[in-house]
């Protein structure tokens, strides 16, 4: 957006610039929802030739490979335990209604 202020500064002009891939995205957008909608109300269909299998994949030779993983000894419980929690002392000073409010 460009601002550009008249000099008697009576009116504003803004100036809107770059929204071009905006439009192509919303453009797209409601092509593709249009589409869908014709597909779901049977306005059209769409057809394969020839049967649909998935491709055959044959696998020969090859072992698995051995892996040693030596992990950390973790051990969980619980324990009880005292702790000392600071405590907090707050004076106020006493309203003699000079703060502003």
């Known amino acids: 957006m460009a601002y550009d202020p008249d000099p008697a500064h009576r009116t504003v002009r803004v100036e809107r610039r770059g929204s071009g891939g ?10 593709l929802l249009l589409a ?10 769409v057809d394969t030739s ?6 055959r994949v ?3 030779g090859g072992e698995i490979p051995k892996v040693e993983v030596d992990t950390a000894d973790v051990e ?3 324990k009880k ?5 600071p405590t907090i002392d707050i004076e106020r000073p006493a309203d003699n209604g000079d703060a502003k409010r």
């Open 22 to 31: 905006r439009a192509l995205m919303y453009l797209v957008l409601v092509a």
């Open 50 to 55: 020839g049967s649909l299998e998935a491709p």
């Open 58 to 60: 044959e696998l020969e």
């Open 36 to 45: 869908a909608l014709a597909w779901a109300l049977g306005l059209f269909s």
């Open 81 to 85: 335990t005292t702790i000392e929690v």
């Open 76 to 78: 969980v419980g619980t």
